[in-house]
């Protein structure tokens, strides 16, 4: 875009690659598993970002810089399942500093409202600078003359400043898939300007909610003395950052002349699931079977609640747990007949928070399972373990009430893949109004999941829901989550990032 190669910051010098369409993401959509032989494979990798991306992807033919999820020397790129996959080498140091360390002991709680208290330690930071700067130099290398680079998530908030200064020629997009914070709580960052500077080197940047949106423009008002129009910030083309050091975001505060600046956009793109992908993996006959199976397994429960999630502290697992066990001391739910599966997929398990929740969590399980259990029977079935799509679909499909209950949540998709699985129109959602899923499924029963008996009294009466009464608010969820599928999150967000008008974004549902 009106750039030559002299203008490119030294540290991104490398000739441009050959792709039209790069996606940078912490972690690459496979991971490489290394068994004791050290025979390797690779296995699609956890969280809603593979599931999103992944079908875009293998459609157009780009190439994707990411992790590959364990420490060490990364593999040669190579092409797999319709991608090229350009792997990023993190050395055991740089996974505990900046993945364990600043990314998810740092900025996770920060943006989540400080649910757990973040920590701050400067040696983190440098290793968020150093690696940031590492994904930028790969995608710099896979990205050819004027290509569009799509980064992904809070791990990778500095790659657009980066990218911006070694390669101007780029049109560059960023997706924050969890919450931006409000500014009282973003503050609290001591790299908080140079954070807001990083994600400016983006033409577009995207966020679930529009309040995280909003929250994002002051942050650039108050961290970085911008001005924002709407949803435009102004910033002057003359920033320059010193990427040679650990420095990035040590903006020159020159100003260009006003007709030089730059206009950085800030929207919302609610992310979303392959709806039509899900609802073919739940019609399959195999899945019936085994969903059918997994209720025989459980004994033909009367209600089957279900709970998914990475066990994290965001995902109000305890408010869940606690709510549940009470419903079983008052007589509301009764074991065996009401059964509540809890599938909670093992993450960050190096990251003190992460090693006492697991601890918390399992301590009451126990407790639940110890009051109101039999010779036989267990209220609570408690699952540490990923399982593939089809395991899921089958839960999904199994479960008569889907039990979501975050504290803070930038979307979560698992309510959508529950609503995707259920092509009868029967079940029931319960849904934190935490999530940004709350916006768009009004026909879920909404809850604060602080409010032990609100939450108590909906999983009542969604374990109690008539017939008729599931078809009528599954159906107005089904309709949003087949409306808004991920291809249409994409397509909408790459549509803005080529000067597209924003879509509007979907209305919010009325609850039902
Ligand atoms: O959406 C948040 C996120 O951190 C994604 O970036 C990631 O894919 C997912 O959760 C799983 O987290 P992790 O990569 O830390 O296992």
């Known amino acids: 875009m009106g750039s030559t190669t002299h203008d490119r910051d030294a540290a991104l010098s490398a000739a441009p690659g050959n792709y039209d369409f790069v996606v940078v993401a912490n972690r690459l959509p496979l991971d490489r598993i290394e068994d004791p032989d050290g025979e390797v494979s690779w296995r699609r990798s956890p969280g809603g970002l593979v599931t999103a991306l992944q079908p875009v992807m293998q459609k157009a033919d780009g190439a994707w810089v990411g992790w590959t999820g364990a420490p060490g020397p990364a593999p040669e790129p190579f092409d797999e399942a319709g991608m090229r996959l350009v792997a990023v080498s993190l050395t055991a140091e740089d996974v505990r500093d900046y993945y364990e360390g600043f990314s998810n002991d740092t900025l996770w709680p920060l943006y989540h409202d400080v649910i757990a208290p973040p920590r701050f330690r400067r040696a983190w930071w440098d290793a968020y600078v150093r690696v940031n700067r590492r994904f930028a130099q790969a995608a710099a290398e896979q990205a050819g003359e004027g290509a569009v680079v799509w980064v992904q998530d809070y791990q990778l908030q500095l790659v657009p400043g980066i990218l911006r200064a070694g390669r101007p020629d780029l049109r560059i997009g960023f997706f924050n898939h969890i919450p931006f914070p409000g500014y009282e709580i973003f503050a609290q960052l001591p790299w908080r300007r140079q954070i807001v500077e990083g994600l400016l080197g983006a033409d577009l940047v995207g966020f679930q909610r529009?309040?995280?949106?909003?929250?994002?423009?002051?942050?650039?008002?108050?961290?970085?003395?911008?001005?924002?129009?709407?949803?435009l910030v102004r910033v002057p083309r003359s920033w320059r950052r010193d990427i040679s050091a650990n420095s990035v975001g040590r903006a020159r505060t020159s100003?260009?002349?006003?007709?030089?600046?730059?206009?950085?956009?800030?929207?919302?793109?609610?992310?979303?699931?392959?709806?039509?992908?899900?609802?073919a993996i739940a019609r399959r006959p195999e899945v019936k079977a085994r969903a059918a199976?997994?209720?025989?397994?459980?004994?033909?429960?009367?209600?089957?609640?279900?709970?998914v999630d990475r066990l994290d502290y965001t995902k109000g697992i305890a408010h869940r747990l606690k709510a549940y066990g009470e419903l079983l001391a008052d007589g509301r739910l009764t074991s065996p007949e009401d059964v509540l599966v809890l599938v909670a997929s093992p993450s960050r398990e190096r990251v003190e928070q992460y090693r006492r929740l697991r601890d918390e969590v399992e301590v009451t399980v126990a407790r639940i399972n110890g009051e109101f259990g039999e010779v036989g029977s267990a209220p609570v079935h408690y699952l540490h373990h990923s399982y593939p799509q089809e395991e899921m679909a089958a839960?999904?499909?199994?479960?008569?009430?889907?039990?979501?209950?975050?504290?803070?949540?930038?979307?979560?998709?698992?309510?959508?893949?529950?609503?995707?699985?259920?092509?009868?129109?029967?079940?029931?959602?319960?849904?934190?109004?935490?999530?940004?899923?709350?916006?768009?499924?009004?026909?879920?029963?909404?809850?604060?999941?602080?409010?032990?008996?609100?939450?108590?009294?909906?999983?009542?009466?969604?374990?109690?829901?008539?017939?008729a009464e599931a078809r009528r608010r599954m159906r107005t969820m089904r309709k949003r989550v087949r409306e808004y599928d991920v291809s249409r999150w994409a397509d909408t967000f790459l549509d803005a990032l080529h000067g597209g008008p924003v879509a509007a974004e979907p209305e919010p549902q009325m609850q039902v």
């Open 293 to 307: 199976e997994i209720r025989q397994a459980l004994g033909h429960p009367k209600t089957l609640l279900l709970g």
């Open 255 to 279: 100003r260009a002349a006003a007709d030089d600046d730059r206009t950085v956009r800030a929207a919302t793109f609610p992310i979303s699931i392959d709806s039509e992908g899900f609802e």
């Open 210 to 231: 529009q309040g995280d949106a909003t929250n994002f423009l002051r942050a650039c008002r108050r961290a970085a003395g911008l001005t924002t129009r709407g949803s």
């Open 395 to 467: 839960l999904y499909l199994a479960a008569d009430v889907m039990l979501v209950t975050s504290l803070r949540d930038g979307m979560n998709l698992v309510a959508k893949e529950y609503v995707a699985c259920r092509y009868d129109e029967s079940g029931a959602l319960v849904l934190s109004e935490f999530t940004g899923a709350a916006d768009e499924l009004g026909g879920a029963f909404l809850v604060n999941p602080h409010d032990i008996s609100g939450l108590k009294d909906a999983i009542a009466r969604a374990a109690r829901i008539s017939p």
